[in-house]
Each structure stands twice: as C-alpha cells, then as structure tokens.
C-alpha cells in the first residue's frame, strides 16, 4: 500500500477540516454511549442526499471518518456512511451502474457488491457473490436492471467481505405506483447503525477467540444476595452452577454491544443530534430501518404514541404502540403526530442496554428534549431459551462434553445437545423424517403435510441428528413456543405498551391462497464459547443446498436451539409468517427468532435461481449460519 506524505492510504477520500474538527468537538464523551459527534449528511433530516428516478451511478470507494475521536476508513457509497437514499416507483425498470473505486490493499478487500435487501428481482441481480454472480473487481462496474414490482421501506448493503460493517449500507424507499395508502405530512426515513473503529475482519477474529468480550455486565454478589431473598438460598446456588456449567451467562444477550460500538441515527452520533422539523398537528411518517451489522434496537418517542402502518416495506393494519424492538435487517414504518411540546427525542437503545443513540423530532432546527436513562439490564433465563422450569439440584454437567442421554439423566424442560427426549432410549431420532435427501449433511428435515398442532409447545421437541455428539452445538431447546405474543427480553412489564410480532396483521389475504405442499424444519444452531453458528448444526461448506421446485408453496419451520435471537433473511421470495395455529398472519423478507421460539412461515418458490439464505446478525452468517437455496423446475 503506497502512502502520501499524510500517511493516509491513497484513494481514500480526505474529510474536510470543519468534518475532523466536529468529529473531535466533544472530547472525553464516550463512545459506547452514542455520544461522539459527527459531521455528516445527515445532521438534519433536509441534509441526506437522495437520488431519484430511474437511472443510478453508484460509486464505491473509502472514505475517512470520524465517530469517536479517531479517524477511520469507512468503506463508502458516493462518498457517504449511510449510502444515499434511494427512490425509486414502483412499476418502473431502474438501472443502477455500480462501480469498484475500492483503493488498492484496501483493508475492505478488493471486490465489492450490493444486496436490494427484501427486493423482488431476478437472482443475477441479487448482489450475492458466489451464488449467482462474481462480484464486481477492482476498477470493473456492473449494471444492474429489474422492474420494480413493490413499494415500501427498503435498504441496501454489501454482500462482499466485511463492507457491510464498514459502512457500506443505505435506504432505499419505493414509492407506490397509484396514491400512498399511508397518508402523511411529513416523511422521514431514519438508519439506525453500528459503527466501530477496528478493523471488522479483526473485530470477528476477537469474536473467534473471545467471544464473551463485550459482555462486561457480569451477574455480582449483590445479585446473588437479591436473587437468594426472592427465590430461595437453594434455587438460586442451583441457578448459577447450572449456568456455570453450560459455560454460559444470563447477561450474555449481544455478541457486540456498546463496549465496541458506536451507535448512528442517519450517519450520526446522538451529539450530532439529526433533527427531523415538524408543524404541531402533523402526521409524521418514520420509516424505521435497521441496518446494523449486530444490533438490535428498541425504539421509543417519550411523549408520543406510535402507530406501526407498515413491516418490511408490506403495509398492515395499524397498531399503536409505545415502544417497539427492530431487529437488523429489518424496517418498520410508524407515524407519530407531535403537539403539545417544540421537541421529543427519538430514542433507540441497544436491547443489551449498553449504548443507545438518539435524535430529536422538534419545531425547529436546534432543539432537544430530555434523553431517557437507559433501562434496566436484562437477564435471559432458562424459560427464555425453551428450557421449562429449571429445578434445582438438576446436573448440567453433560453440557460441557454432550453425549447421549439415558432415561435417568433427563431434565425436564432441558436436553442434551444431540438426544431426542420424545424417542424411546436407543431409538431413531428422526423416525418418521425423511432424511432421503442428504442424511450426513441434511438440507432440512421435511415432514410432509404435518399438522402445526405442535407449533403451541405441545410435548418434547425433536432434533435433526446432525446435532447428535455435535462440538458446534452447546444446547438445544426441549420445549419451543411460537412467541409471537411475548415483547422479548428486556422488555416484558416495562409499563409501555410493547409492539409484538402477534400486534402485525398484514392488510391482505394469504396472495398465493394455497396450503404448503411440504414442511421443512430447520434448527439454528451454535455454540457460545466457539462463536461457531450454524442451520442444524452445519456450517455453510458442509451443508448442501434447500431445494424447491418452481411454483411449489411450502412451509419452513425454524426452531432456535441457541440463547441468542437471529434475523434470519430468506432473499428473492417473501416469507408468509404464520399464527401458532398455522394461518397467514404477516409478510416479511426477515423473520426474527428470539432464544426458544419456534416460528413458521410460508414460502412460494417462484423465483428461479440461487439464493442466500442467513442469519443477517453479521457475524453469525460469516462463522456460518448461512444455507443456499436452490429454486428449480
């Protein structure tokens, strides 16, 4: 890498001395709170650079920033962290010419790519290397062209490396070809992100060897003291050796949080305060997306109520909440109607509780309203994760070296990696799967037309074998629910009203109107201490591809055998969520999977080609929580 006088890398973009200068204004703030100043495009809501119509030139290169004091190369859209937002109309062809003006030795990799995140499109467009094109190599463009056939919320990113964590990202919004159904005056779109100044391949080598280091909230005497006043000397002792055995923490609920991060609204810090102007009396539409590389955001407006119009670009029929999580990859739209007060704060803390970010809603440019103290840490219990009631006295000593399981040794509510409690000792644990399809290394289990009776939690839950003596499996869950009606962790009994996947009723019928012909179950599966992270228990290489036929309506069934939450992103074709009875309740391109929930959606395969199919917290699809797709006639 040749260098300039400076000692900054060439091709990388210089900030401007006013830019440097705001970056550093706020001298001592820390930075795992948000609270480091930026000067971007997006410091007020009028800032952000929009490009519309329907013929595009995007140029990728890096360019040099500065979050927290330090300056950093951000692997950048035309110059920007987030992208521009993108508009486009729905029923139009838009072309978009995107070029590679990475600098040479680029710590961003040489080739490059972009994903149309939820877009429907043919799969050579789709922007994911190695399945359907090559990517785009240095100083080379690719032109991508598709119709538009939706409307709604969006956004973009790279499929490429680690870009995605580097800032490569943006929104993209299409409008409706007749009149919006979602009346507003005013329309705001606002990017929530994660920032953080290392180098992302050696944030994810950290990962790999210490996977608990962002996890500092550790439970103290003092815990132990009140914990022993509520639940009893014995029941508590019990609790923590059974955690301590597992190898395993109940504050453990994000892999990277605000020890790492620093946490945007648009491209800024909480400091840089973006403003989004309104007239009391108006109807303001957020259109909240979610474009972190491993965060989850709870968001709230103090003062004000929120009415979710829309989720994943799909409208539904409006709920009015106070609060709401957004898990990454996901967008919900809301509107607020401010009056009564000049400014509120919109405020979106990490569901780890360890940073947050904030802007502010006001009459005028210049204005804040008081920002809300974080919320109480949360802690995961062994019910969240799908264990039942944990009694004391129960030895988890197994957990550390699973093996199979004996009559004698089985907990309620909780299983060893690699058994199957519902079968007889010794006994198949897959009698009645069809394992035909690849036995050593299974695409998924398929059950046929089985009934979703069992979808309620009704008796012990199966597993595929490929998790059985796995040392990428460190626990699974013995008594999954759906959980469409539970808020999540952290946010149960808060005294806010709390959106939750049960509140979103899409505004129309199942389209395709057909029951599944077929059910396939996948687990996602993983193992804390290792960072390894998987579909029942295979990383990408050795699983082989989920095979569809062209037109064939089927069910998939996820179950989460882990005690993290995953966003898991099916592209090129939506995801029909379904009710615990098994009817279509909601549309989505990500379907969120909090620690022991079983959740199933529907699937028309009406896209040919390859296809990705991942866990969108980042670093979960790189250590391999990542399938192929295969849809073919």
């Known amino acids: 890498m040749s260098f300039k006088s400076t000692g900054v890398p060439q091709g990388i973009a210089m900030p401007s001395r006013r830019r440097f200068v705001q970056g550093l204004a706020a001298g001592g703030a820390v930075a795992g709170l948000g609270l480091w100043p930026r000067a971007s495009w997006a410091q007020t809501a009028h800032a952000m650079p929009t490009l519309r119509g329907t013929e595009f030139d995007l140029s990728i290169g890096e360019t040099l920033v500065n979050y927290t004091g330090s300056t950093r190369p951000a692997v950048t859209i035309n110059g920007t962290v987030p992208g521009p937002l993108l508009r486009w109309k729905q029923g139009t062809t838009v072309t978009l010419r995107v070029r590679n003006k990475l600098p040479r030795g680029s710590i961003h990799g040489p080739d490059t790519s972009i994903h149309w995140h939820g877009i429907l499109l043919p799969a050579n467009m789709d922007g994911v290397p190695g399945m359907s094109f090559d990517g785009i190599r240095p100083g ?59 180098n992302p391949a050696k944030l994810f080598a950290r990962l790999k060897k210490m996977a608990s280091h962002d996890n500092v909230y550790q439970r103290t005497v003092g815990d132990f003291m009140r914990d022993a006043e509520r639940n009893g000397l014995p029941a508590t002792i019990a609790d923590r050796k059974m955690w301590g055995q597992m190898r395993m923490t109940p504050t453990d609920l994000s892999d990277v949080n605000g020890q790492t991060y620093t946490y945007l609204l648009n491209g800024t810090t909480a400091l840089g305060n973006w403003t989004g102007v309104f007239a009391p009396g108006d109807k303001v539409r957020l259109r909240l997306i979610n474009g972190s590389a491993m965060t989850y955001f709870d968001v709230r407006i103090p003062g004000l109520k929120l009415t979710v119009v829309a989720a994943d670009g799909q409208p539904v029929h409006p709920v009015t909440v106070d609060e709401l999580r957004i898990g990454a990859a996901e967008t919900f739209d809301v509107i607020v109607q401010p009056s009564g007060q000049d400014a509120y704060t919109l405020f979106a803390q990490d569901s780890a509780r360890t940073g947050y970010v904030s802007g502010t809603l006001a009459v005028r440019e210049g204005l804040r309203a008081p920002i809300p103290p974080l919320d109480p840490r949360p802690i995961i219990s062994m019910a969240d994760m799908g264990h039942g009631d944990m009694h004391a006295g129960h030895d988890m000593s197994a957990m550390e070296n699973p093996q199979p399981a004996t009559a004698s040794d089985r907990h309620a509510g909780h299983a060893i990696p690699g058994t199957n409690p519902s079968a007889p000792i010794g006994a198949d644990p897959h009698a009645g799967h069809d394992m035909s399809a690849n036995a050593g290394a299974m695409a998924g289990m398929d059950h046929g037309n089985a009934a979703m009776s069992d979808m309620g939690g009704g008796g012990m839950q199966a597993h595929p074998a490929s998790e059985t003596n796995n040392p990428l499996v460190d626990m699974q869950t013995m008594a999954p629910t759906p959980k469409l009606d539970d808020p999540g962790i952290g946010l149960r009994n808060n005294g806010r009203r709390v959106l939750t996947y049960a509140d979103l009723r899409s505004t129309f019928a199942d389209p395709d109107g057909r029951d599944p012909g077929r059910t396939v179950e996948l687990h996602l599966t993983g193992h804390m201490e290792k960072f390894a992270w998987s579909f029942d228990g295979l990383k990408f290489a050795q699983a082989q591809p989920l095979r569809m036929t062209y037109g064939e309506r089927l069910r998939i069934v996820l179950v989460n055998d882990t005690m993290m939450s995953h966003p898991i992103h099916l592209h090129g074709m ?43 917290l980042f670093f979960h699809m790189e250590s391999g929580m990542f399938r192929e797709v295969r849809v073919e006639e």
């Open 140 to 198: 080379e463009s690719y032109l991508y062209r598709f119709d538009v056939k939706q409307a709604g919320t969006y956004w973009y990113h790279s499929h490429s490396g680690f870009q995605e964590q580097g800032g490569m990202y943006g929104p993209l919004v299409i409008d409706p070809d007749g009149p919006d159904p979602i009346a507003s005056d005013r329309d705001y779109v606002v990017m929530l992100s994660d920032w953080t100044d290392m």
């Open 574 to 616: 939506w995801s029909d969520v379904e009710d615990a009875d098994g009817n279509f309740q909601v549309r989505k391109h990500t379907v969120d999977m909090p620690p022991g929930s079983k959740r199933s959606y529907r699937v028309r395969a009406d896209a040919l080609g390859r296809w990705a199919y991942h866990c969108h």
